[in-house]
């Protein structure tokens, strides 16, 4: 049998596992995960209200919202943390206009079922890059604000699942 012994004070030393997420480096595999997750985000939004502009359905729409005001929050969250552990975040794209839906030429618009199985893909895209970012964690912080967004995909993504159970079936 094996024993390994590591002192308490290599610990704080290095900064890793001290106990204190604030005073713990981001390693170079959380810096990636946040940093990706939050320029995802921000196409996200982008793509999300163009899709917003296209859509006819009611509750389709109301998931785009939540979607929308979902990657808002994770970009919020994500680029502070870069910021604060003096990180660049990515550029954020502008605003999409709001457009009715009859001014769009009906051979340019995306269907609400186009629209409902992207959003379906999107959320489980997200759920796995979740899954993968609090796996590599080493920092508490950073393994709980995956697993705070893993909870809401899940979330979002049953109710995509019911809306599109309810329009095939």
């Known amino acids: ?6 002192s308490k004070e290599w610990f704080f030393i290095t900064g890793i596992l001290s106990g204190n997420p604030k005073d713990e480096p981001m390693h170079y595999g959380e810096i990636y995960s946040v940093w ?6 921000k196409g996200s939004v982008s793509f999300y209200q163009a899709c917003l502009n296209h859509a006819g359905d009611k509750e389709l729409k109301k998931i785009l919202d939540d979607l929308i005001d979902q990657a808002k929050l994770e970009i919020q969250e994500c680029d502070a943390m870069l910021t604060d552990n003096g990180i660049a975040p990515a550029p954020i794209l502008p605003e999409r206009p709001p457009v009715k839906l009859e001014d769009i030429p009906a051979g340019a618009r995306f269907t609400d079922p ?3 199985a992207k959003i379906a893909l999107d959320t489980s895209v997200g ?3 979740c899954s993968q970012a609090m796996g590599q964690s080493i920092k508490e912080d950073i393994g709980a604000l995956f697993a705070k967004y893993h909870l809401t995909k899940t979330a979002l993504g049953v109710r995509i699942l019911k809306m599109n159970k ?4």
Do not use: C
């Open 1 to 6: 049998m094996y024993t390994i012994k590591i």
């Open 36 to 41: 990706q997750f939050s320029a995802l985000a």
């Open 114 to 116: 186009e629209i409902a």
């Open 127 to 129: 759920l796995t890059s």
């Open 166 to 169: 309810k329009r095939v079936g």
